[in-house]
């Protein structure tokens, strides 16, 4: 039998400590495992959402308002916190036998209100955390694949290593292919626990597959979430066979139907998008350099991996094999300031960024430098509407600069690590001012839109 | 553990004549002014009983815990008040009040000192601890007894 619980007094001084000291020890007596959070001056001793998951019996000594939200469908009891203090012994073994308890359930616009506020942020924070290891161990193994040579990785070039093989592999291939199905799966979990990471999963795998990117993935990853939440609470089996629900039924239903909504629903518009605008560059003439540069930047970094950052590349490739150099280059350098902006924004401006985010901004120099874009996908994912405009801004300046001062490159990838390589870029330094340029703009722009930001350091 | 800092020994009264509640509550506040504690002896206690109006400190066995957080504290302090006739407190057990510990902290204190605060009350529901207190008869056994933890 786990316990857990919430003390709270008028003033957080003295009763606070002594209801919670009195539970838990007479819960120890009578063999019972007990964790009171107090909620004095300070709040201490928190309860984490496993500690409340899988506690049975939840005891509210509180003489002062405390919010309840987290206890949702919980067995409460609530006893006057005196009482707590005094008769510690009788109350717990009044919850154990179940006597004054009641499911807590809180009124429906509550609800709602506490969905909207933070409902969506969570699963988007769940999401990254899940997905954060993948790109920097995936990011930081690619780039050790490019320290034997910018197309050591690739069995076809002359230059093939093995490990160079190996690093690719693992980091590009496997971690890298995973990081979309890890951040809907994470997302997916958040919104509806364990049976959700199946569809939610499978969602972000398909998304990846139709080129939809992690936009795409996140729009999967919400239908997987809450179809499985829906289909958790409208299915009711008979007892005999409940195990069977959130292990076989629902996550059976939720992956087809969200499989299919992928499949034929998210990925059509996407298709038809990445057509569209292959079209509309391929119609476009490349004379007026800034202009171009300024749209290379902005789809580059639109949505990282997805149709629109799909469609640019490959369409500045095409343009390398009919000898045209210089809008490869603007598509490397808009490539490598997100990453590059958001690491330099994580040391001018910490306060602004959450620790993991201070981390991660870490691994983006490498990331970075190296032309791995996707090193800013978790800070794009937690917080889209500021930082996608930002990165939007820096890679649209430094493709600008690029393009506009003829900077060319005849590698389409590598990064920092192709600079040194003479003759590789054509303008070198107008190109490491573009760089500069893009990554100072990406990091003001978001520290400016993230001012209202204060975390402690 | 370190009780020092915040009971200071010239905030023990071991004799106290106080008959009534509120007597008791002016005769420990005063000291608490004496030694700096506190700026307004009467803006205090007025603020301890407003704390006693939401439920009674007498946490019984003879105990109570006055206590404020109070604009007219200047620092964390302790003050422990035995007193030589029992006074009626309306305690959870209803029994008389013999042993007063009050207490005192400044508006907004977010310090190691309610670290230590927390720390004692938890105490509290401790028999030997309150046997020992209750036992105590000088300030050196009385601090001797909050000293160790």
Redesign the interface.
Known sequence: MKIVGVSAC?????????A???LE?CGRELGYEVKIE?Q???I?NILTPQEIEEADIVIIAC?KNVDLTRFEGKRVIEV????A??NARQIIMDAVEGKNMSIFHLAEEEKEQKNQQTGVYKHLMTGVNFMLPFVIAGGILIACSFMFGIHAGDPNDPSYNILAGAFNKIGGEVAFGLMVPVLAAGVAYSIAGKPGICSGMVAGMLAKSIGAGFIGGLIGAFIAGYLTLFLLKQIHLPKSIQSLKGLIIVPLLSTCITGFIMIFIIGTPVKFLLDALSTFLNNMGTTNGIWIGLLIGMMMASDMGGPINKAISTFSIALMSSGVYGPIAACMVAGMTPPLGLALATVLFKKRFTVEEREAGKSCWILGLSYITEGAIPFAVADPFRVIPSLMAGSAIAAAISLGSGCTSLAPHGGIWILPIPNVIGNLPMYVLALLAGSIVTCFCVAFLKRKNNYEL | MDISSILDKKNIMLDMQSKQKSDAFMELAQCFKKNNIITDINGYVNDVLKREAEFSTGIGYGIAIPHAKSKYVKTTAIAVGKLAHNIVYDSIDNEPVRLLFMIAVPENSNDAHLKILNKLARKFMDENFRKNILAAKNEDLIFEALRIF
Not at chain 1, 80 to 83: F, R, Y
């Open positions: 008028p003033t957080g001084i003295a009763h606070t400590y002594m919670a000291e009195a020890k107090t004095g001056i300070e201490e003489a006057p916190i005196d009482k203090v005094k």
